[in-house]
């Protein structure tokens, strides 16, 4: 594949179920000349395909919704909003037909962009779209650029496989899923599938299947990969990436302190601590003087342990062990110990409630589980996710790299994780009404002090 120096993908769908995908006979590739539309394949998927363009080009919303439900969890674009972006689309270029999958390149009848894309249906014999993905590529970029070999898949395949068996936390875990992903794949279960991103995602499904482990993942890079992930930053990558985590606050969205001295704050994620802990220590010196915080991760999916330890750092008065690390590749067990901080802390004495939902996931989880392991905070809402095992990408092919957890996090108090299971709240809640009921308990609180 061609090095690109931007990023092309989009991931507008998300993943659908792990279909067997056998190759329709097809002469080669069927594409357009000189701006005229081709006929989608008459297979099951490629009659989803016409039933989908029509009803964009319809901006028929009856439609639409009709092919949401049947999407079996993939979400589709908004075919009513990319009609009037596009002012309708136009069948270039069937690249593939399969079965159940049909990967394509659609023009956009009101200028020049094209859109390459892949759907796919169940593999029982109804019409259900288990997965569907579309983006839009750059005037330069070739459709080539998105796709791999039957040589490549048996590389990406096999280095995956690998990377499991050599870094997975649980070695006798790493090796079976690696052999179960070996084997579907020799019984031909990713036959026929040449959208890179397609494979990315049916490989993450069947990691996942097998393994229960919704860390684990392979993604796909339209610029080559580093040979060496570790290689020295420059000093204008550095500061390249802290203008954008300064952009959007390092994902510190809100910060109040309310007429009841009761305090919010709002984090998505967790950023690196190099670029965002000037941010936390700024929200921080704001709520400080409030009498009770609310810290809102309901829609945290993760980041950086290292600003998890330093934000901790901020609710204890004196030096405390937060959690133990053991890393396989390296057989060390590490010790995340608070540290000093900008500002003063948030006194002890103050209540601290932390909400969650199902979608707080991995460093969204530590914070809250490991201050309530130390009961220095109440967790109010729904389980979490359940991700513990920190993770590294590993390279496996010039534009893939696979996601490994590689180690295990534990609690210095009970010796234990969050994995499979979730952070479960003090206060069950409804993650709708979490806020209000964190604002009752703080308030009924500061109402006894």
């Not at 067997?20 to 005229?36: F, H, M, Y």
């Not at 040449?194 to 990691?207: E, G, I, K, P, Q």
Request: charged share 20%.
């Amino acid at each position: 594949m061609r090095q690109l120096s931007v990023a092309l993908l989009l991931h507008l769908g998300v993943l659908g179920c792990a279909l067997t995908t056998t190759p329709a006979r097809l002469a080669g590739q069927v594409a357009a000349t000189d701006g005229a539309t081709v006929p989608a394949p008459q297979t099951r998927a490629g009659r989803v395909l016409t039933a989908w363009l029509s009803a964009v080009n319809d901006a028929d919303s009856v439609r639409l919704a009709a092919l949401q439900r049947a999407a079996n969890g993939a979400a589709l674009p908004n075919g009513v909003a990319l009609r009037s972006m596009s002012g309708g689309l136009a069948l270039t270029q069937v690249v593939q037909a399969g079965t159940h999958h049909v990967e394509f390149v659609l023009r956009d009848r009101g200028s020049a962009v094209r859109r390459f894309g892949v759907l796919a249906v169940a593999a029982d014999d109804s019409a259900r779209i288990a997965y569907f993905n579309l983006v839009a590529l750059p005037p330069t970029a070739s459709v080539s650029d998105l796709l791999v070999t039957e040589p490549e898949r048996a590389r990406i395949v096999t280095g995956t496989a690998d990377n499991l068996r050599k870094y997975y936390v649980i070695p006798e875990t790493g090796r079976w899923v690696a052999d179960s992903l070996e084997a579907r794949f020799r019984r031909g279960a990713y036959d026929g599938i040449t959208a890179s991103r397609y494979l990315a995602d049916m490989l993450t499904n069947a990691l996942r299947a097998l393994s229960g482990d919704r860390h684990l993942r392979v993604d796909f890079s339209v610029p080559v990969l580093p040979t060496d992930p570790s290689a020295t930053r420059t000093a204008a990558d550095r500061e390249q990436q802290q203008i954008l985590w300064n952009r959007n606050n390092c994902v510190f969205i809100r910060a109040e302190r309310p007429e009841d001295n009761v305090g919010y704050l709002k984090l998505s994620g967790f950023g690196p601590l190099e670029y965002c802990k000037a941010t936390a220590d700024a929200a921080m010196a704001f709520v400080k003087g409030t009498d009770a915080l609310i810290v809102d991760l309901r829609d945290n999916n993760g980041g950086s342990p290292d600003l998890v330890t330093y934000l901790a750092s901020y609710f204890f008065a004196s030096r405390t062990l937060l959690a133990t690390t053991w890393t396989r590749a390296s057989e060390q067990t590490d010790s995340a110990w608070t540290t000093d901080v900008a500002g003063p802390q948030f006194a002890e004495s103050k209540p601290v409630y932390v909400l969650t939902s199902k979608r707080t996931f991995s460093a969204g989880e530590a914070f809250p589980y490991q201050l309530q392991q130390l009961k220095r905070v109440s967790v109010v809402g729904d389980p979490t996710g359940g991700g513990a095992h920190p993770t590294w990408a590993r390279r496996v092919a010039d534009h893939f790299f696979v996601n490994v957890p590689g180690a295990r996090v534990t609690s210095p108090v009970s010796g234990t994780d969050w994995e499979g299971r979730g952070v479960l709240p003090d206060i069950s809640a409804p993650e709708v009404e979490a806020l209000e009921v964190a604002r009752r308990l703080a308030a009924a609180h500061l109402r006894k002090r």
